[in-house]
């Protein structure tokens, strides 16, 4: 986790811009932002944890966010004043146990190992409530299989996850992310394909997706 950490510090001035600021970046976040606005909807924000926030992209969801990185934080807490925000260390949060309603983590299982992804796994299911929820995104083994090193390489199936983590949540459903290849498309057409995107992502098709962002329940 070091050099994970290490590598968001030493981006993280640059980080909103260079990822998110491009035509590619913006349709993974309207994506994103949608799943996250349809799964949240009623739930308080008080309660709610975006675990590995980075810049605060999208903490707006919540009121509490943690990420492993000082220099992500640090402008995350400049863009979201009046909210909390926590330093992962050693796979701990200063959260107390059975407090949040929801959990979500974008971006961040990717870059994790099976066993920090079962530790993740174990703290959020710490602090979360009974019938607490925990969304999170991977990468599909269907499209990316898992190759060496930490940085998005980390992918699973869905069969996968159950076996990981199904004895602590119940997965209830799942969404795709970026069913196009929308880094092939030439930038002038990508709006146009959003909407596709996110329909056949919620579709039988799903399955076939880059992505799947996953809301499983505590059991």
């Known amino acids: 986790m070091n050099e994970v950490k290490e590598y968001y510090n030493s981006i993280a001035t640059d980080y909103d811009h260079d990822r998110f600021a491009n035509s590619y970046g913006k349709f993974i976040d309207a994506e994103e932002r949608i799943i996250l606005h349809k799964l949240l909807n009623g739930i308080d924000k008080k309660f709610i944890l975006d675990y590995g926030c980075g810049t605060g992209r999208l903490t707006n969801f919540a009121t509490i966010g943690a990420d492993i990185s000082e220099a992500m934080l640090s402008i995350a807490k400049q863009k979201n004043p009046e909210k909390k925000f926590h330093l992962i260390q050693n796979n701990h949060i200063d959260i107390k ?19 920090e992804f079962k530790q993740m796994a174990t703290l959020i299911h710490e602090k979360l409530t009974d019938n607490g929820l925990f969304i999170f995104d991977i990468l599909s083994k269907k499209r990316k299989p898992t190759k060496k090193g930490w940085h998005a390489n980390t992918s699973y199936s869905i069969n996968e996850i159950e076996k990981e983590i199904g004895h602590q949540f119940e997965i209830t459903t799942y969404n795709g992310i970026l069913f196009f290849p929308i880094h092939r498309i030439p930038t002038f057409f990508r709006n146009y394909f959003l909407w596709l995107d996110i329909f056949l992502c919620s579709s039988f098709l799903k399955r076939f997706s880059s992505y799947y962002c996953i809301l499983a329940k505590k059991k």
């Not at 146990?97 to 066993?115: D, G």
């Open 97 to 115: 146990e059975n407090s949040l309603s929801a959990v979500y983590s974008f971006h961040v299982i990717m870059h994790l190992t099976p066993a």
